[in-house]
């Protein structure tokens, strides 16, 4: 029997399905930043090309981290894990007719911990997605630096350390033979934007 609770279903619309779409854009334009920073040979020539490709990506890996942490404290704050458990169960559409096929529950709670997982990264003092500790900013700051929101002009280490940034992301999504992608695509609506 599906999952039909008006607050499980606001949750995977809302929030799950955001958040797949957040994180899996940002692993696409990871990809192609690090293969466009690296046909250019990197440094100072592609940052001279790239300053605003560099800035957009800073700008979209911010935007996923705000969302994701609050996704994650509405996740608990809603005891969604309960609302949603982590089995084969639909979860009914409250938007029928868009094209989106049903998400289950293992669906969501796999979304979830890519949620946990990103923020986890931003904050470990390794860049580890495993680090539930959250007790280092420096991640977060490297893609803060190199954001609209940093300094006028960014410094080839600050675009370097977000392409550093970008490799961890895209090597952790394509671990596993994509694992970790293939949980945001299940859900995924617009991934490619």
Do not use: H
């Not at 599906?2 to 696409?28: E, K, M, W």
Request: hydrophobic content about 40%.
């Amino acid at each position: 029997m599906a999952v039909t609770d008006p607050t499980a279903i606001g949750f995977s619309n809302n929030r799950g399905r955001t958040s797949a779409d957040l994180l899996s854009q940002c692993y696409y334009r990871a990809s192609a930043l690090i293969t466009r920073w690296n046909s250019l040979g990197g440094g100072q020539a592609a940052l001279n090309v790239m300053s605003a490709d560099i800035r957009n990506m800073g700008d979209r890996l911010m935007a996923a981290y705000e969302f994701c942490f609050r996704t994650e404290k509405i996740w608990f704050l809603l005891g969604a894990s309960t609302l949603i458990p982590n089995t084969a169960t639909a979860i009914s559409d409250s938007s029928p007719g868009d094209g989106r096929p049903a998400i289950t529950g293992a669906q969501e709670n796999a979304v979830i911990n890519r949620v946990v997982e990103f923020q986890n990264w931003l904050f470990s003092a390794t860049e580890s997605f495993t680090d539930a500790a959250r007790n280092n900013a420096a991640a977060y700051n490297t893609v803060l630096q190199a954001s609209n929101n940093g300094p006028a002009t960014i410094a080839v280490s600050d675009a370097g350390n977000l392409i550093n940034r970008c490799t961890e992301l895209t090597a952790n999504y394509q671990a596993n033979a994509n694992a970790n992608l293939g949980t945001l695509l299940a859900v995924a609506v617009n991934p490619n934007q």
